[in-house]
């Protein structure tokens, strides 16, 4: 299976690690896995700001860099949202590019979603190198993809060494929105400060989070404030286990 | 003279020209408006413990009754919310049609129908009722109606006298204060409180205990009940095939106010219609799982006109009023779907906003993510300029909404509005642009990505890999949370070290 990897501008510059690790994770799988270099940003703070023309010029260079792949996959709910609920709107009804986009809509998945409903993987034998207690966030865009706990969760329970312990609140949105946290200061603060009183209520190791923008908004707010756990993309999970198993 | 059919649009399915902006909605306010200034109230809001520990226990835990109940009473949850989706939209398409067969069947019944364009013709028609029935006491089971026109006012300062009946609205009004979400009016009181205001309301010594306090107000209201001339509730749904109302209470108040009085005066928003009385299941199946987690509302009340021959309950006189206050114009706008609204308050529930900030930050009688979209939409968005932007966009509303609102995509576009009324700032509109341009050419993406990590690792305020301070207008967030350095090296540069060292 040939996949390219959309790692996300987020992604690209403050969790490099969050991608190769999702690279090692697609590899393990069966996966040959090619990064399109041309790649920058899918157009989603433009959008939700009220700047549908500026994202649509993104959307369009998105099209063409994945033109030629068979499936694209990224480790962002949110970027894999913009793409799927998103771009729909932005090309509707558009002869020349809503064909396009539509093939581009259909072939983009968000890795835990890719894990579970096309490499239907299976993760038994895969063991994390210590014991640890790990929770999971809902991240909100999650919704967007129409994909609810269960998936994360079922990997989780299944990963050797890992003890899952329910978030209260899982699926309260972490107070990022992007622009919201500059903008509506108090408000994010309130939101994000009541995650990590949940988080640290778990008294896990490792709160699973699997976005660029929640993770930097949760951890930001776990450095500044104080916190048991730490935020990580499951990937980065996955990766340490299959590094685990190779030794 | 009130509005009659033949001056709404013929908006069935409006399309291109015949589209209003959310510019071009009315200006006049056609919601009351007690907090103008969102931000200053949110500083305080977002920072008050109690109002947030009041929040958990009560619609936090009902938006996880809510989500399981859904999941498990129903066996299509998700299917059924997109039928109520289709049945509201179907009716908002064809809603001078059915308004005018509701109009015809209200009558066939008995009843009175009438049509008020505005706040100030509703109250009219209402004081006008009652005088002519000589109604010296009105009692009220809730209307989110009534608080947009503000009714109470205009029939005690025409000497009426009125009393709400729902528990929260009673002690609202007897406090002088506004209701706080859409079903829960007194979310945002703590029991002191209440013991506060009717310690002195009924002249009594001061309880905060809620079984002795709901106990005075219970014997109160008997009384009232008793007396009243004249019932004003409000309308769930309106069944045009049959011309009947719906009310739906806890309390069952709804159905005191509306059968014990001579007279009965339903206020209802023109989009409260359902097409048949077979459509009716749909919706109660949902009203009481969105709203509360609870599978009915204790009392659904059907009303089809007032007492016939022969019976021996019922009120002598039925009308209904009908109100526009702007909602015609929204029906002709992008906006439109917001018309499906029942007034359950889910998204308020689902709201992290909501949550943090409470009903009266919103500074109208409608809060949470669907105030947020329709205080704009009745107003003028130029007077609301934050509601709109006030959102993580996390979804959680549209999750919510028994009739599949798409409430994230509407605050987008009002958030694009926002220019058309002058509410960007020219550099906002320019940064983005700027951004843009920068994110076309994998050169200048390159170059701005280490112009970055320079600034963030080398000039920018930090400890221990994280900056503490940010510059400009991204110093919002370093004032409540750190921001993570860029590590040394990007994603592209180390895929290419391993691309070169695998070869």
New interface residues.
């Given amino acids: 299976m040939n996949v390219s990897l959309f ?1 996300t ?1 987020l ?4 969790s ?2 969050v ?2 690790a999702t ?1 090692k994770v697609l590899e393990h799988f069966g996966c040959t896995v090619d ?1 399109p ?2 790649q ?2 899918c ?1 989603q ?8 023309g ?1 994202a649509r ?2 959307a369009e ?1 998105m099209i063409r860099v994945f033109k030629n792949s068979q499936y694209v996959v990224t480790p962002s709910g949110s970027c894999c949202a913009m793409v799927r609920e998103h771009y729909p ?1 932005l090309f509707k009804d558009d002869k020349q590019w809503e064909n396009d986009a539509l093939e581009f809509v259909a072939k983009t998945y968000e890795l835990v979603e890719f894990l579970t409903k096309v490499l239907k993987a299976d993760i038994t034998g895969l063991a994390l190198p210590k014991p640890m207690a790990v929770t999971y966030h809902f991240t ?2 999650t ?2 993809l129409h994909m609810n706990e269960s998936p994360a969760i079922n990997i989780l329970k299944n990963l050797g060494n890992a003890t899952f312990v329910p978030l209260d ?1 899982f ?3 972490c ?4 622009t ?13 400060k ?1 995650k990590v009183t949940c988080g640290n209520a778990t008294h896990a190791d490792v709160m699973i989070v699997n976005d660029a923008g929640c993770a ?2 949760i ?3 776990c ?3 104080g916190a048991q756990f730490k935020p990580q993309h499951l990937a980065q999970l996955l990766a340490a286990a299959i590094d685990n198993k190779q030794h | 003279m009130p509005t009659t059919l033949d001056n709404l649009p013929p908006s069935a399915g409006a399309t291109g020209s015949d589209k209003v902006h959310a510019a071009d909605l009315p200006r006049g306010m056609a919601l009351p408006v007690f907090n103008p200034d969102f931000k200053a109230a949110a500083h305080l809001s977002s920072a008050d413990d109690l109002l947030h520990a009041a929040h958990e226990n009560s619609i936090v835990k009902k938006w996880y009754d809510r989500r399981n109940l859904l999941a498990t009473d129903l066996p299509d949850g998700d299917g059924l919310r997109a039928l109520a989706g289709n049945i509201k939209a179907h009716t908002l398409d064809h809603l001078d049609y059915y308004l005018e067969q509701f109009e015809a069947n209200v009558i066939k019944n008995g009843g009175h129908v009438h049509f008020a364009s505005n706040a100030e013709e509703a109250n009219q028609l209402v004081v006008q009722i009652a005088k002519q029935t000589n109604s010296k006491l009105v009692v009220k089971s809730k209307s989110m109606v009534s608080e947009e026109t503000e009714l109470n006012h205009a029939l005690i300062a025409a000497g009426i006298e009125t009393v709400e009946t729902d528990l929260g609205e009673l002690i609202v009004q007897v406090a002088n204060d506004h209701p706080s979400h859409l079903v829960y009016p007194i979310i945002h009181m703590r029991a002191k409180q209440i013991g506060e205001v009717f310690a002195k309301f009924f002249k009594v010594p001061f309880t905060d205990d809620p079984q002795v306090l709901a106990e005075m107000a219970r014997v109160y209201l008997r009384e009232r009940f008793n007396t009243a001339d004249m019932g004003v509730s409000g309308v769930n749904f309106g069944v045009a095939e049959t011309g009947s109302i719906v009310i739906c209470t806890n309390e069952g108040n709804g159905r005191m106010c509306t059968s014990r009085m001579r007279v009965h005066v339903a206020l209802m928003g023109m989009e409260k219609l359902i097409p048949r009385f077979q459509d009716l299941p749909v919706f109660l199946k949902l009203l009481a799982r969105s709203a509360a987690g609870q599978p009915l509302t204790q009392y659904s009340n059907i009303i089809t006109g007032p007492k016939r021959a022969g019976e021996f309950d019922g009120p002598e006189e039925f009308h209904v009023v009908i109100m526009d206050n702007g909602r015609s114009r929204i029906l002709a706008s992008d906006y439109r779907d917001t018309l499906r609204c029942i007034r359950c308050g889910a998204c308020l529930n689902a709201c992290p906003i909501y949550r943090k900030v409470g009903g009266h930050t919103y500074g109208s009688i409608y809060p949470g993510p669907i105030g947020a979209l329709i205080t704009p939409l009745f107003n003028g968005l130029e007077h609301h300029e934050h509601l709109p932007q006030a959102t993580s966009l996390c979804g959680a509303c549209y999750e919510a909404c028994p009739v599949k609102i798409n409430i994230p995509e509407m605050l987008i576009a009002m958030k694009g509005d926002l220019k058309l009324v002058g509410k960007v700032p020219w550099y906002e509109k320019w940064v983005f642009r700027m951004w843009t341009i920068g994110l076309k050419s994998k050169f200048a993406y390159v170059l701005g990505q280490k112009m970055q990590r320079f600034a963030m690792r080398h000039l920018f305020k930090s400890k221990d890999g994280w900056v503490t301070k940010l510059p400009g207008p991204a110093k919002g967030w370093t004032e409540v949370r750190d921001f993570p350095q860029p590590p040394k090296k990007s994603f592209r540069e180390l895929w290419k070290e391993r691309r070169q060292n695998s070869v």
């Fill in positions: 790692v501008c992604g690209d510059l403050f490099p690690d991608g190769i690279v990064f270099d041309d920058t940003c157009g703070p433009q959008y939700n700001n009220g700047y549908p500026e010029t993104l260079r709107v909100c865009h919704r967007g609140k699926d309260q949105c107070g990022f929105g992007g919201f946290a500059i903008k509506y200061t108090d408000i994010s603060a309130a939101i994000v009541d930097m908004n951890g930001g707010a450095h500044r404030y």
